[in-house]
């Protein structure tokens, strides 16, 4: 199968290592030669790297990147059967390139997108046939995620969307398929995880080490909230958060927090710039501050503040399920798979009870009066039910 990546960048050039190493005829385009060569020089020791660890052997290596050939000619991506565009998150930039790409390729090459939160129907209007059109979304690092989000457009055929699960699927990856609304899945659910966490500080209720602590030892999430907004980048974090705030119509559960507004502003993006929510070394390690001392903050509220963001994060996971967005298995597998969270949120409002998941809510809704905190209609029927996710 012959597969054409357009950008070369982190996320580019990982999904390229994936075709790939699937045994796909990878093309991967840049219009920049300099970035080119440094995705080439990326993957020869991401390879060797993990020819060291014992994952694959030198044959293996040389496979995957004879598999691979970089070009700076849009023309070049003519013979491919797929092709997923990973560059700059603009819609009016996607639709330029998707136009051109349309008139070299063939009339049966999926033409895909890897945004994470743009709207697939517009970038498939700027083709003349829009039904080929689809959205593939990776999570970075691409290599190592399991989950792919595919979204199909209003237009977008039966057939397509069978052949990208299955192309997909035959990758290795865990598919979640997802109905094309702003941040489809991970992106929309996700929020919370940020938005409440931050809110919480603004109110003086926690610091950002007391914040993380209790979602790592009491919910054993991987990282916290603000070590894991350091990682991705506030810049880019919050830019998300306002893309999907602005698209749900100013909705008050996406609304971004202005102290994260400040931190990008004043360029504390986290570990590239080595200061974020917290401060960072030359190798991108946290530096730690003696003067935290955790141990004196009470179990009972890093109790209070873990359920309150987990409450939030169920939510807009009921909501999702709500409005067929996507079904409960792959709304769960999105968050375990895509964001490492360490149990799907649905299972999780079971494991709770989905009484104490309504009776949360509704004292946070009672304390703010506050749209924000509404509990989901799906919710509130289960709970009046008796029912369960699984």
């Known amino acids: 199968m012959n597969v054409g990546i357009i950008g070369s960048g982190t996320m580019g050039s990982g999904i390229a290592q994936v075709a790939a190493t ?40 040389n496979r995957i990147q004879s598999n691979i050939s970089y070009v700076y000619n849009l023309k070049d991506l003519s013979d491919s059967d797929l092709t997923i ?20 390729v063939s009339k049966d090459c999926i033409i895909a997108s890897n945004t994470s939160s743009l709207s697939i129907a517009s970038i498939a209007a700027s083709l003349q046939k829009p039904e080929r059109c689809i959205g593939i979304h990776f999570f970075n690092p691409a290599p190592l995620m399991k989950l792919v989000e595919v979204i199909p457009a209003i237009q977008t055929s039966e057939d397509v969307l069978q052949k990208a699960i299955q192309i997909i699927s035959d990758w290795k990856k865990v598919v979640a398929v997802a109905k094309d609304t702003p941040g489809f899945i991970v992106n929309r659910v996700a929020r919370p995880f940020y938005g409440e966490a931050l809110r919480i500080y603004e109110e003086s209720i926690a610091d950002f080490a007391t914040i993380d602590n209790a979602m790592k030892t009491i919910g054993n999430f991987r990282m916290g909230p603000f070590e894991l907004m350091d990682f ?96 409960a298995k792959d709304i769960d597998n999105a968050m375990t798979k895509g964001v490492n969270y360490p149990k799907g949120l649905l299972a999780w409002a079971d494991e709770k009870g989905i009484d104490w998941c309504v009776s949360e809510l509704d004292k946070l809704y009672n304390e703010y009066h506050e749209d924000r905190y509404r509990c989901s209609p799906l919710l509130r029927k289960m709970n009046r039910e008796q029912k369960t996710f699984f």
Do not use: H, W
């Open 85 to 104: 565009e990973a560059i700059i998150e603009s819609l009016d930039i996607k639709k330029k390139v998707f136009s051109e790409l349309e008139t070299y």
């Open 22 to 61: 699937a045994n796909c005829r990878v093309k991967l385009y840049d219009t920049n030669q300099a970035a080119l060569d440094k995705a080439k020089g990326s993957l020869e020791k991401i390879l060797s790297r993990l020819i060291e660890k014992g994952r694959i052997d030198a044959d293996e290596k």
């Open 232 to 327: 991705i980048g506030n810049d880019v974090n919050y830019t998300v958060t306002e893309t999907v705030f602005t698209a749900f119509y100013f909705d008050p559960r996406y609304k971004p927090a202005f102290t994260q507004k400040r931190f990008a502003e004043a360029g504390y993006l986290g570990r590239k710039s080595s200061k974020g929510y917290y401060s960072y070394d030359e190798n991108g390690r946290k530096v730690e501050d003696s003067t935290v001392t955790l141990s004196t903050v009470e179990e009972s509220l890093k109790e209070k503040i873990f359920n309150r963001i987990l409450v939030m994060l169920i939510n807009e996971a009921a909501d999702a399920l709500f409005l067929n967005i996507a079904s």
